[in-house]
């Protein structure tokens, strides 16, 4: 018998051998499966795979115990990654807001309209197709946890991009800005289907509850289900139950101890998810998908699986991260190591072909289907340029922190060139040995770059005056600032008085009358615009955004300036709120709203709600 002998990425810890008739009968069920999806379309509704589709934040490749990590435990992971299809040269971008872009469209996240966190520019363009949409389209349930981060206002919320069922926090994660105000990961309150509703426990732990009600539903609607479960932790704040970060206080810091919990809650609930889908009846025809959106936000200085660089690098550390695959009924529940380059943008086509979904016409995907490498690890892959940037910055700058990658070279700010399989560390710079090779991928991001010029002119607009979201809730997270600044994009700076002050890009639906209602806190807060607020209650862990004290500040007046129309009024101290009611035409513009302070100092309102009242 054959032996093909495969070793961990990361740290090894032995070989794993499968003999040849594993891989035979994997390409076989394979092929069976596509085979009847393709023969009839009772058969095709019959037998279609359900999709579990988990990513958690901020979680680097190499904080798992299967990739090596001395002191961070996680069986459950552990336990899926043995038994799935391991993609070991896999990228995403290096922070949040791009890798959910280029993920659910299959296109990269520059040409997305998600190049950023902040500002405007983590929210994914109108016109871009979804996974939600693709499934919705194919007869599928399609749900969404957790963190979204790609469009707070309509058109760009979850329930606007085809999914059906949507439990979610605000902005990038638990307690920033757009979030209800004071979540701090124990019993908040989440954007349920559009409305706020309070729900019980840790934040992880509810985001895998709600994704098995919704599966139950689906279940019993008699359809096939796309469950997206996109967890905020381990981002920071690092807060969660002391009984998952006990066991690493006494091994390492108290930060690191927090995340490390964060993520064994994580594993916790993944082994959890995955015995009773067992149990439903549900596993052996579930594609369970398992990755993380960016490389480590706090593991690194533990165990970075011998790569340079962390979350937002253009290092290997910053992009490259685990993507397991396992559906046992399409005979992809063995160890294999898929080591051929591929990105995010490669999952919606994978999953278009998996699940025999329509693909939209005059859609053009930056990704290819990973399909041949799962039908055979060994297939031939032909060598492909991949992209990846840290942007950042309100509009992208050429050659910024990025990397241009192919099988064997890794060229990084158009400069250094690293040998990635002789170098998987970063160490040495080989650009002066291969001038060639530099020049063939300079000229290769040039043309990446030229290609998302169209994009990059584009801002996406928050929509004023559809029915969908009427008022349309804006706050500062999504400011277009341009003075270097960053928008306020959590609740401590609110509470702080953060004096930035920035314009929403928005598009004016319906001409009419509109009342726009500036705030300094949330409705929810019902606080007076001058007052100051305590700080809010302590959770386990470090340090949450509500322990911040709100700072009174001597708002006088509060203006808006949208078009022609340039408004300004005196604020009452013991006001909530400042209204205005304007006519405002129909198109595209640029929204100020702000208050004056006693000293003549100006800051932004950082929140608005801006209402239709009549056509």
């Given at each position: 018998m054959l032996r093909i002998t495969q070793y961990k990425q990361g740290k090894p810890d032995g070989p794993e051998s499968i003999g040849m008739e594993n891989i035979m009968t994997h390409k076989l069920s394979v092929w069976l499966v596509l085979l009847l999806l393709a023969v009839s379309p009772a058969a095709h509704a019959a037998q279609r795979p359900n999709v579990m589709l988990v990513i958690t934040d901020d979680q680097g490749y190499g904080d798992l115990g299967c990739h090596g990590n001395p002191v961070l435990k996680t069986p459950n992971i552990d336990s899926l990654y043995a038994q799935s299809a391991r993609f070991t040269d896999f990228h995403v971008s290096p922070t949040c807001s791009p890798t959910r872009g280029a993920l659910m469209s299959g296109h990269y996240s520059n040409r997305a309209g998600t190049w950023h966190t902040i500002m405007g520019r983590s929210i994914l363009f109108e016109g871009e197709t979804t996974l939600g949409e693709a499934f919705s389209s194919g007869g599928y349930a399609t749900g969404m946890f957790g963190k979204w981060h790609i469009g707070d206002n309509y058109p760009y919320r979850p329930e606007d991009r085809g999914f059906?069922?949507?439990?979610?926090?605000?902005?990038?994660?638990?307690?920033?800005?757009?979030?209800?105000?004071?979540?701090?990961?124990?019993?908040?309150?989440?954007?349920?289907?559009?409305?706020?509703?309070?729900?019980?426990?840790?934040?992880?732990?509810?985001?895998?509850?709600?994704?098995?009600?919704?599966?139950?539903?689906?279940?019993a609607e008699g359809k096939p289900f796309f469950a997206y479960l996109s967890t905020n932790a381990p981002h920071g704040p690092m807060l969660c139950p002391e009984e998952f970060s006990a066991p690493y206080r006494e091994q390492v810091g108290e930060k690191q101890a927090v995340f490390f919990?964060?993520?064994?809650?994580?594993?916790?609930?993944?082994?959890?998810?995955?015995?009773?889908?067992?149990?439903?009846?549900?596993?052996?025809?579930?594609?369970?998908?398992?990755?993380?959106?960016?490389?480590?936000?706090?593991?690194?200085?533990?165990?970075?699986?011998?790569?340079?660089?962390?979350?937002?690098?253009?290092?290997?550390?910053?992009?490259?991260?685990?993507?397991?695959?396992?559906?046992?009924?399409?005979?992809?529940?063995?160890?294999?190591?898929?080591?051929?380059?591929?990105?995010?943008?490669?999952?919606?086509?994978?999953?278009?072909e998996l699940c025999g979904l329509p693909e939209q016409e005059d859609y053009e995907i930056d990704g290819v289907s990973l399909m041949p490498l799962l039908k055979d690890p060994q297939a031939d892959w032909p060598d492909r340029v991949i992209v990846t940037d840290s942007q950042r910055v309100l509009d992208p700058k050429k050659w910024k922190n990025c990397s241009t990658m192919t099988q064997r070279w890794r060229l990084v700010n158009g400069k250094g060139l690293y040998e990635i399989a002789k170098d998987p560390g970063q160490k040495h710079d080989v650009s002066k040995e291969h001038p060639q090779v530099v020049e063939k991928l300079r000229a290769a991001y040039e043309d990446w770059w030229q290609s998302l010029q169209p994009a990059l002119a584009r801002h996406a607009e928050i929509v004023l005056g559809n029915p969908e979201e009427n008022p349309s809730r804006l706050t500062c997270h999504d400011w277009l600032t341009d003075d270097g600044g960053h928008s306020p994009w959590n609740q401590a700076t609110i509470r702080a008085g953060q004096s930035t002050v920035g314009d929403w890009a928005v598009r004016v639906e319906q001409a009419g009358k509109y009342r726009i209602t500036l705030r300094r806190w949330p409705a929810e807060a019902a606080t007076p615009l001058t007052d100051a607020l305590p700080a809010g209650s302590t959770v386990p862990g470090m340090e949450a955004f509500r322990e911040t004290p709100g700072k009174a500040l001597k708002i006088r007046s509060a203006g808006i300036q949208i078009g022609d129309v340039k408004l300004q009024r005196p604020a009452a101290s013991d006001a909530e709120s400042v209204e205005f009611e304007a006519k405002l035409p129909e198109g595209s513009e640029r929204l100020r709203c702000y208050f004056e302070l006693a000293d003549g100092s100006t800051i932004g309102a950082y929140y608005a709600d801006v209402e239709l009242l009549s056509n």
């Open positions: 059906g069922t949507v439990v979610r926090h605000g902005g990038g994660g638990i307690g920033q800005t757009p979030d209800v105000w004071d979540n701090a990961y124990f019993d908040d309150s989440y954007f349920c289907n559009g409305q706020i509703e309070k729900r019980h426990g840790y934040c992880t732990d509810v985001f895998f509850d709600e994704t098995k009600k919704f599966i139950q539903g689906a279940v919990g964060m993520i064994a809650n994580i594993d916790k609930n993944v082994g959890e998810l995955r015995a009773w889908l067992k149990n439903e009846g549900l596993a052996e025809n579930t594609i369970f998908i398992f990755m993380t959106d960016n490389g480590t936000a706090a593991g690194a200085r533990i165990h970075n699986a011998g790569m340079r660089g962390g979350k937002g690098s253009q290092f290997e550390g910053g992009h490259r991260v685990p993507l397991f695959i396992h559906w046992p009924e399409g005979g992809i529940d063995k160890p294999v190591d898929i080591d051929r380059l591929s990105a995010h943008i490669d999952v919606l086509p994978t999953l278009q």
